[in-house]
């Protein structure tokens, strides 16, 4: 089955208005009547203030040139002159320090010298004065030295007194201990005899007490089993909480292994279609059988990249339908026109492959939006309905939905034979592409239209739509075409309008949106694994019983400690029970002993009490006696002491100042040393007086020095003020030569233009008060006024392969689809006259009327420059068939 798709595009001129800011057009002319005379002699004489001008700005130029130059020196010189004075300050400063510095050496040298000199006067004076006290000293040390020896014999013999006396002291100490403690023995065995209880009542405490102990020992049973039993109990616990922790344990190291999720091979991931590397390679291709794999954005198939493939000349498909596959509903036709649904589908698909094209080469998207698609739509579907020459061709309406000037627009068209949406969303895909990259044979027109820049304060509306040609097409049924529609910032009058104006004017508060990429294109995909969930479920209820274990354990340990402590208690309870009982039995023995002694054995204990007391009396006496007489020789030491270390301080002090007297007498006794400081400072003071002569020098060459840079730096600051004002005049007078070049340069441009009248051309808006526009073009169009037209030769078309159309002059074959502008006058000219030649082509639609722009009342003349000339690109189709 053979498919043939065809791809044309018709750009359209612009025109630019430039000029001096505040500056307009006072008159221009109608363009009905564009027939303007040129006198060659104004030409000639434009040409020559032209050329006197740029002379004249070119000297200015290098005046400014020189100018800088000289103010750069100036600077220089400034500059040196500031660091030459900044350093003659800097050693001033320095010599000044010096100088001071020198004369204080020189006043230190005097004084020495001075006081060599007294103290050579008055060395006499001074070693009889030494002498004198210096004997003095010897028999102060003398006397010390007697006083001293006396107070160590003294401490010497009060130190072996008081050895002596605390000897005593501590042996009459024991002998009172020893008799105070015999008495107090005496006494309480005396006591004991006399305070012996009675038989009975010690009886009544032994059977009280016994009771107790019967009383204890039954409580202390009921405890012990209590706490035997208490004891087995937390045991048992215990024993169950390490068997649960040695199971929790597990199951964590069980929970740790398992992986928490699992890593699986995503069985929804769908693969969007890429181009095949050589086009026409349906075997090798990735068949397309659902919007899913559609690609959505433009990418360069491999053998045009690397060269294999020519960006000229025929091509095939890159992207393929899988017909088995494709469950998409099929194209539908209501009275002459696609669904409207349809369309919005096709539409938006054909705005994302567009602008994912812009975006990869920095461009800003374009917009669609319901109120310009659906007007433009309808306008130019109704106007290719009328008439069958529209068939495979381009069309031109006049339709503006909006209260903006249009300021460019362009159209691209391709063909094709689709019977559902997915083979439509396909040849939408493959001549994109072809347009973006295999577009040579157009001068790459429909891909200049693709990527036409979005200027500043400008909005570029696309608005892509299927005409169904039926079997009038010879390419296939349907028509691709997509207008690209360029609203400048004006309305129609010419007068700005706000961003925010503009938006509203085009409906961009209803945008219709690009294809939303809701694929799964992940290769794997991760779920939770059932393993680690069961393992995390055995770990959790181990938790749960060991925390309910623990929980036991505490509780039994809070009852064992209980348990324990009680019996612990009533074991105490009995002992101390047991230990009363064993005291009653004792004091009941001592009775029945204390009953049988005689009163001749209390006697004998009387008697013995009262010699232990008059023993013990003696004892305490004499250790009275010793302690006193130990304070008295402990005290004498001391001060014994005490005296001997003031001697022994006040001798040394003596002795180190008759040392001190001594080397005084034997220092003033020789004179060479004040002799040699008497030389030495003479000396000093001679060095002194030349340092400080040639300080003073340095100080006032530095001044002078200081005085002849300042002097430097006020001629250097003067030069610079007068190369600064010489720079500013050069200035003014470049901007002035600068200006006579560009209001001569604007009489030549209007000769030029004057030259190149005679245009006949149609305004789209006959009936509205549009702004004067000299033209449309396409962005590369030709911009030297000439018209390339395209062969007509259409009969070398091929039916097997594809020819992609050139807009270059060099086309010679298979331009079909052409569309020119109407009435094209190509001027011709030489130095005697100016004549022209009408060229008629057979279609007429870009168009742009010119109007009278108003006066803004600026005292400067506006100037109309066309920065574009009236150009037409010639409009070429792109042919391509495609095979399966």
Known sequence: MKKNVSIAVAATAVATLAGAENAHADQVTDAQSNNVVVTPSNEVANQETLNQAKETQKQAEQNKADADLQVKSAEQDVKSSQDAT?????????????????QAELDAAKQAEQNAKDAINNQADNLAQAQKDAAKQDDVVAQKQTQTDAAQKQADETKTANKQAQTEKQANDAKADAAQKKQKQAQTELDNVKKAPSIDAAQKQVTQNQKQVDDATKIAQQKDAANKSAQQDLADKKAKQTDLLAKQKDAKAKLDKTPKQLVEKNPNKVTRATPTDKAGDAKNAQLIGSDAELPLTLKEPKELAT?????????????????????????????????INQQRELAQYSLTLINAYRKQNGLPPLIMTEKTWQAIMDAQLTLRDSDDKYVDQHSRTKANPTDLFRS?????IGFGNAQTMLEAKVEIANYLTAMAYKDLDSANGHHDALLMPVEKGHIIVVVPMVDYVGSKGAHGQWNYVTDFIDYADMDLTGDPV??????????????????????????????????????????????????????????????????????????????????????????????????????????????????????????????????????????????????????????????????????????????????DRLVQAQAAIAEAEKAQIHATAAVEQAQANLTQAQSALKA?????????????????????????????????DQDRLNKDGGLEITSPDEDKANPQVPNESRPDAKQDGQVELPSEDTDNIS????????????????????????????PKTSDKDITSKKVTTPSTQMTKSEKQLPNTGSSQTGLLTILGSLLFASVSGLWFRKRQ
């Open 307 to 339: 060269g294999v493939e020519k960006r000229s000349g025929d091509y095939a498909n890159w992207y393929f339908v899988d017909k088995n596959r494709d469950k998409s509903a099929k194209l539908q036709v209501k009275n002459g026109r696609m669904d």
């Open 408 to 412: 460019g627009t362009a159209q691209n």
């Open 716 to 748: 250097a600051q003067t030069k610079l003020a007068e190369a600064k004002h010489n720079q500013a005049a050069a200035k003014d007078a470049l901007d002035a030569a600068k200006q006579a070049v560009k209001d001569a340069q604007a009489k030549v």
């Open 498 to 675: 706000t961003p925010e104006e503009a938006a509203k004017s085009v409906g961009m508060d209803q945008m219709i949106p690009e294809v939303v990429d809701t694929n799964d294109d992940n290769d794997t995909i991760t779920r939770d694994n059932p393993a680690y969930a069961q393992a995390q479920a055995e770990y959790d209820q181990l938790t749960t019983e060991l925390n309910a274990a623990n929980t036991a354990v505490t509780e039994a340990q809070a009852t064992s400690t209980k348990t324990q402590t009680e019996a612990t208690q009533a074991n105490a309870d009995l002992a101390q029970a047991q230990a009363q009982l064993d005291e009653s039995k004792a004091a009941l023995q001592s009775a029945i002993d204390a009953d049988n002694l005689t009163s001749a054995q209390i006697k004998a204990l009387q008697e013995k009490l009262a010699a232990a007391t008059a023993e013990n009396q003696q004892a305490q006496a004499d250790k009275a006696a010793s302690d006193a007489r130990a304070a008295k020789t402990e005290a004498n030491d001391v001060a014994a002491q005490n005296e001997l270390a003031q001697s022994r301080s006040e001798l040394a002090e003596a002795k180190a100042k008759q040392s001190a007297l001594h080397a005084r007498v034997a220092e003033l006794s020789s004179t060479k040393e004040l002799n």
């Open 799 to 826: 039916t097997d392969d594809t020819h992609v159309e050139s807009e270059t002059p060099n086309t010679t074959e298979k331009h079909i689809g052409v569309q020119t502008p109407t009435d094209v006058t190509t």
């Open 86 to 102: 900044k350093q003659a300050q800097d050693q001033l400063s320095k010599n000044n320090v010096d100088a001071k510095q020198k």
